[in-house]
């Protein structure tokens, strides 16, 4: 993509200026290349058990304030006033029982208590309490929920999502809302599986700027001078620190200050020149990863290096405040990868958790493992495979096997690439080393051996060349489709193909129908 990127720049790449342009024009306007979102993919987490979940949960202020709040009002309930409020004198004797640090000298409402103003809605929203004819009331089918501190902390959890007035709302008609209030529950999502599967915290600039993407998308900024922009980016600033130190008390998100990780001072297409605002395209896990939620996302941009040369300057501008000093830094709990997990699996979406393949038939362990987990989560997750399978010989078997029922190539050769890296102590090695001399594995085991430089052509005798050669030339095929593209690839190779081909039609490869296919489209080709 970066490559791609560059050569769009240049104007070495062809492209469709209507096509273009109807891509800038969407961005401009707002309007959706599509009505869903991209769904990124996600890294597998690695969760404790709900037991030692349940006791952290337990820890945080805010599911004891909740709790508490809850009992107070009790099953017969609590006067409020006309508007809901709490009377002040009650609101006072729950400041000093639930501790929430609201000053109280010379306030006269308890509406100008902040805090526990939060926590009455918020108790509210998570359906802790209710408000009928003058009185607040505990609900009692919570019970069960109060008495269950992690399934009080998830409830508050989710209740954040209803507490856009709450949190960044105005209390006077003297002052506007930021752009944040109008895309609070869009932004708070896209965050927080932002911050999911994250393998490093991810550095306030980054984030900040991730989300200005979304108030330039979906916000006209041409009415107002570059200091009025500038006073709208920071008042949304503010709210979005105020969200975050909600999440921090409830125990959602923690906050560190440190050097950013040096991934993300490389993460821009142009990473160079930190060229645009699409510099969160490339941190894995991440949602916002663009200024609109399209397929079409990714061109945006080199629509914005076109529409927008400011952006180079705001790259610029961060990439020099992450790397002038210690930054604050933002990452999920594991109570918050919990709950944002639980999210994600309910909308349908992909989230991969480290140990629940322990119960997979191998090919579908192999091919997950594959195509989804990094390096430490693949060698955790196959440890724990073979370790609930007891005998390690037999389940190698079960593996190797499963290997040798994939039709598709280049995905057996890369669940053989799985076992080599995985396997601990160089047992990978040997085990592929063992297949040399299996007559429908041995090309492949001989491919990622020597992908790997375990194997050099020395090593090798002249069949096993013949077999990695034959080898390669029927994965190319397997990725080019077969038919008119594998043609039109064996024909881009020149006079070398047909020569290749020739040698290796008669080598001892195992696939004799694939071999004869490639004849076959060679002929055709060449």
Avoid at 332 to 357: F, H, M
Wanted: charged share 30%; glycine share 8%; proline share 4%.
């Amino acid at each position: 993509m970066q490559l791609f990127t560059e050569r769009a720049r240049d104007g070495e790449v062809a492209y469709d200026e209507r096509a273009l342009d109807e891509i800038l024009g969407r961005r401009l306007t707002g309007r959706a290349l599509s009505g869903a979102a991209r769904a990124e993919p996600q890294l597998p987490v690695v969760l404790p058990q709900d037991d030692e979940l349940r006791r952290r949960a337990e820890a945080s202020a805010v599911v004891a304030q909740l709790r508490g709040l809850a009992e107070w009002a009790g099953r017969d309930g609590r006067v409020v006033t006309a508007a809901g409020r709490l009377r002040m004198a009650d609101a006072r004797e729950l400041v000093d029982t639930l501790r929430t640090g609201d000053e109280v000298e010379g306030v006269r409402s308890s509406a100008d208590l902040p805090r526990l103003g939060l926590l009455v809605e918020w108790a509210k929203k998570a359906r802790l309490v209710r408000v009928a004819k003058g009185r607040m009331y505990a609900v009692a089918k919570a019970r069960p929920v109060l008495a269950d501190p992690l399934q009080l902390w998830l409830r508050a959890f989710e209740a954040c999502f209803e507490l856009r007035q709450a949190l960044i709302g105005t209390r006077s008609d003297w002052h506007v809302e930021s752009m944040l209030f109008d895309v609070y529950e869009d932004v708070l999502e896209d965050v927080l599986n932002t911050l999911y599967s994250l393998p490093y915290p991810m550095p306030w600039p980054q984030l900040r700027d991730s989300v200005h993407l979304v108030y330039r998308a979906g916000f006209r900024m041409d009415g107002g001078s570059e200091a009025r922009q500038r006073m709208w980016f920071e008042h949304a600033d503010r709210d979005l620190r105020t969200v975050l130190d909600v999440l921090a008390d409830l125990g959602a998100i923690e906050r560190d200050r440190g050097m950013a990780d040096p991934v993300f001072l490389t993460v821009d297409p142009l990473a160079a020149d930190a060229d645009t605002d699409a510099d969160a395209t490339a941190i894995a896990g991440g949602e916002l990863r663009a200024g609109v939620p399209s397929e079409l996302a990714e061109l945006l941009g080199i629509a914005d290096a076109v529409a927008e040369p400011a952006a180079r300057k705001r790259a610029r501008a961060r990439r020099e405040e992450l790397t002038a000093g210690p930054v604050e830094l933002v990452r999920l709990t594991e109570l918050g990868t919990r709950a944002v997990r639980q999210r994600l699996l309910a909308a349908g979406r992909d989230a991969p958790l480290v140990g629940e393949l322990v119960h997979a038939p191998a090919a579908g362990l192999l091919g997950v493992l594959a195509e989804d987990y990094p390096p430490d989560a693949t060698r955790v997750e196959l440890d724990g495979w073979l370790s609930a399978r007891g005998e390690r010989d037999a389940a190698l078997r079960q593996l190797t096997e499963a290997v040798r029922s994939m039709s598709f190539r280049t995905r057996a050769q890369a669940m053989l690439e799985v076992l080599l890296t995985a396997l601990p102590d160089g047992e990978g090695e040997r085990l592929l080393r063992g297949l040399r001399g299996d007559a429908w594995l041995a090309p492949l085991a001989l491919s990622t051996l020597a992908h790997h430089e375990l194997l050099s052509p020395e090593d090798m005798t002249d069949a096993e060349h013949l077999m990695v050669l034959a080898e390669g030339l029927l994965q190319l095929v397997e990725l080019a489709g077969g038919g008119e593209g594998a043609e039109e690839m064996l024909r881009a190779q020149g006079p070398e193909a047909r020569d290749a081909v020739a040698v290796v039609l008669e080598s001892a490869h195992s696939d004799r129908s694939g071999l004869e296919e490639l004849g076959r489209l060679a002929a055709r080709a060449l």
